[in-house]
T-cell receptor, first 110, second 114 residues
Framework: TQLLEQSPQFLSIQEGENLTVYCNSSSVFSSLQWYRQEPGEGPVLLVTVVTGGEVKKLKRLTFQFGDARKDSSLHITAAQPGDTGLYLCAGAGYGQNFVFGPGTRLSVLP | DSGVTQTPKHLITATGQRVTLRCSPR?????VYWYQQSLDQGLQFLIQYYNGEERAKGNILERFSAQQFPDLHSELNLSSLELGDSALYFC?????????????FGPGTRLTVL
């Protein structure tokens, strides 16, 4: 059974700080996705990474897929209160069902 | 607005009862996914339908069933409800059936079993 672990579970920082959250697995994933979920709403896709070593940037967010395609990271530069939310990584291994990690709950204080 | 609609938004019922959750996918999307989100289990994949056929099955209990109709809307039926079934149930849709396809999530149905 493929599992995704995320760390840290909770993160509370001040506006303007940088942060990195991690997504790890012992399984190889064909692709990984990052979602953000706000309270009372469904997750919204931020990015999909497919190639090992791939780096994608979305404004202040930088996503990296590990060379072995077993891990990924999300780095946020100069965090803003609007970045507050639950960050979920998700993916499927080859021939496996889609799974979500437990998420990192980020709180950015003004 | 993702374009995915779910009804009802809230549902309160008693143990042992049966409920039906409804989902309409985005226009043009052929895949529908159902997820359960609870505080202790996170977001759990239940089942996927593609163009009316079951495509993948996750951690779906035997008391739960789903179907996708010819107009592509989907229903999730939960029966013999237990307290532990209280959760947010999300529906998502995608254009294709692949694991890397972007999924668009609906606003969810909050089920409370008393």
């Amino acid at each position: 059974t493929q599992l995704l672990e995320q760390s840290p579970q909770f993160l509370s920082i001040q506006e303007g700080e940088n942060l990195t959250v991690y997504c790890n697995s012992s399984s190889v994933f064909s692709s990984l996705q990052w979602y953000r979920q706000e309270p009372g709403e469904g997750p919204v896709l931020l990015v999909t990474v497919v190639t090992g070593g791939e780096v994608k940037k979305l404004k202040r967010l930088t996503f990296q897929f590990g060379d072995a395609r077993k891990d990924s990271s999300l780095h946020i530069t100069a965090a803003q209160p609007g970045d507050t939310g639950l960050y979920l990584c998700a993916g499927a291994g080859y021939g496996q069902n889609f799974v979500f990690g437990p998420g990192t709950r980020l709180s950015v204080l003004p | 607005d993702s374009g995915v609609t779910q009804t009802p938004k809230h549902l309160i019922t008693a143990t042992g009862q049966r409920v039906t959750l409804r989902c309409s996918p985005r226009s043009g999307d052929l895949s529908v996914y159902w997820y359960q989100q609870s505080l202790d289990q996170g977001l759990q994949f239940l089942i996927q339908y593609y163009n009316g056929e079951e495509r993948a099955k996750g951690n779906i209990l035997e008391r739960f069933s789903a179907q996708q109709f010819p107009d592509l809307h989907s229903e999730l039926n939960l029966s013999s409800l237990e307290l532990g079934d209280s959760a947010l149930y999300f529906c998502a849709s995608s254009a294709g059936q692949g694991a890397s396809d972007e999924q668009f999530f609906g606003p969810g149905t909050r089920l409370t079993v008393l």
